[in-house]
Nanobody, 121 residues
């Protein structure tokens, strides 16, 4: 009933920039928090940044000052602008959204399929 589709990943040199997008579609009544997480093989998925429906943001210390999360509520889309990328930012990036579906009583967390970001020279 709900899909999150990510785009914008790829290969970039250290110091470069990428912009990730994640669009939610389906029988959506409302969306609360949206966010980005990342995971490298053998490690747990970690929070990168979140944004509330009112625009309040939260960032992991490792990305503060380099990454910016934003959202377009009219398009049910969340973005992650990543600047000054480092090799340690290499990971699969996942979109997450707390969504209440039409006729549904609760918010449920949904995940995108993930998009690979590789920072390498």
């Amino acid at each position: 009933q709900v899909q999150l589709v990510e785009s914008g990943g790829g290969l970039v040199q250290p110091g470069g920039s990428l912009r990730l997008s994640c669009a939610a579609s389906g029988s959506i009544f409302s969306i609360n928090d949206m966010g980005w997480y990342r995971q490298i093989p053998g490690k747990e998925r970690e929070l990168v940044a979140t944004i509330g429906s009112s625009g309040r943001t939260n960032y992991a210390n490792s990305v503060k000052g380099r990454f910016t999360i934003s959202r377009d509520n009219a398009k049910n889309t969340v973005y992650l602008q990543m600047n000054s990328l480092r090799p340690e930012d290499t990971a699969v990036y996942y979109c997450n959204a707390d969504i209440r579906i039409r006729l549904g009583p609760l918010y449920v967390g949904y995940w995108g399929q993930g998009t690979q970001v590789t920072v390498s020279s």
